[in-house]
């Protein structure tokens, strides 16, 4: 699957912004749909997951605050961030795995398949 996300920018604090990772290929509907992130200098983190059931798992730091979802029809997944900290800001990838263990899914080394990235940068 080829994945290709985006709908960054540049937000204030507080603010929202909706990132978006279109896929490719006829079986989007059977994969781990992961959103991570990396700031500068930092390791790449997990953000947000969603199973090929709907099911939803939030690091932490967001929950509450962001929202991921999935349209199979349209092989999309969505990544609604509201109450933007500066603390959010990073580049955001994509990621999706058809056969990733529950274990693993917040490790990003794990992950066979990634889009580009988006800058997401949060202005206090």
């Known amino acids: 699957v080829q994945l290709q996300a985006s709908g960054g920018g540049l937000v204030q604090a507080g603010g929202s912004l909706r990132l978006s990772c279109a896929a490719s290929?006829?079986?989007?509907?059977?994969?781990?749909m992961t959103w991570f992130r990396q700031a500068p200098g930092k390791e790449r983190e997990f953000v947000a997951t969603i199973s090929r059931g709907g099911h939803t798992l939030y690091a932490d730091s967001v929950k509450g605050r962001f929202t991921i979802s999935r349209d199979n029809s349209k092989n999309t997944v969505i990544l609604q961030m509201n109450s933007l900290k500066p603390e959010d800001t990073a580049v955001y990838y994509c990621?999706?795995?058809?056969?990733?263990?529950?274990?693993?899914?917040?490790?990003?080394?794990?992950?066979?398949?990634w889009g580009q990235g988006t800058l997401v940068t949060v202005s206090s």
């Open positions: 990621a999706a795995d058809a056969n990733i263990i529950l274990s693993s899914i917040s490790d990003y080394l794990q992950y066979k398949n």
């Open positions: 290929g006829r079986t989007f509907s059977t994969y781990r």
